[in-house]
């Protein structure tokens, strides 16, 4: 399905993700399973009312200073390597699966932190198939 708003605005993009999950049930007559967005298009109040209605989410996280500083804590032992059936140089990126808490959150969050991938500090996305875990992805990449 696809979905679109020429009307987005900053003060108004936060409930973005709410207004594609009711574009979807008005159109498919059921709430999507699964949506992956941006985090700048909802707010962890959102996330919640994403819950409640059972759509299950995927969301690239803000590069915040605590955001980074959260995953430069992260142990190297924590990593672990991965073989990505392509070409080209970022075909072994390291995955950290790590659970946090959001300050306005009611659950923990799954979150992926992906090293690797490219030269640049980047969000990722990845899928979060385990149905008791809220899933989050952030990414960096290896400093030094």
């Known amino acids: 399905m696809v979905y679109a708003s020429a009307d987005l605005t900053k003060a108004t993009q936060h409930a973005e993700v709410i207004a594609v999950a009711e574009h979807w049930k008005a159109a498919a007559g059921t709430w999507p ?6 985090s700048r298009l909802t707010t962890q109040r959102h996330l ?20 980074l500083a959260q995953i430069a804590a992260i ?5 672990r390597q991965v073989t990505l059936d392509r070409t080209g140089p970022h075909r072994t990126p390291k995955i950290a699966d790590t659970t946090v808490r ?7 969050i799954r979150q992926l932190v992906i090293t690797g ?4 500090n980047r ?9 008791a875990v809220r899933s989050s992805c952030s990414s ?4 030094g």
Request: hydrophobic letters at 35%; glycine letters at 4%.
């Open 140 to 143: 960096t990449t290896p400093t």
């Open 123 to 131: 969000p990722c996305s990845s899928p979060m198939t385990p149905p």
């Open 102 to 108: 959001l300050s306005a959150y009611p659950h923990p």
């Open 75 to 79: 142990p190297a032992g924590a990593y």
């Open 117 to 120: 991938l490219a030269t640049m």
């Open 48 to 67: 919640a009312t994403l819950d409640e209605r059972g759509i299950r989410f995927v969301t690239l996280r803000t590069r915040s200073p605590a955001v």
């Open 33 to 38: 399973a699964r949506l992956v967005f941006d």
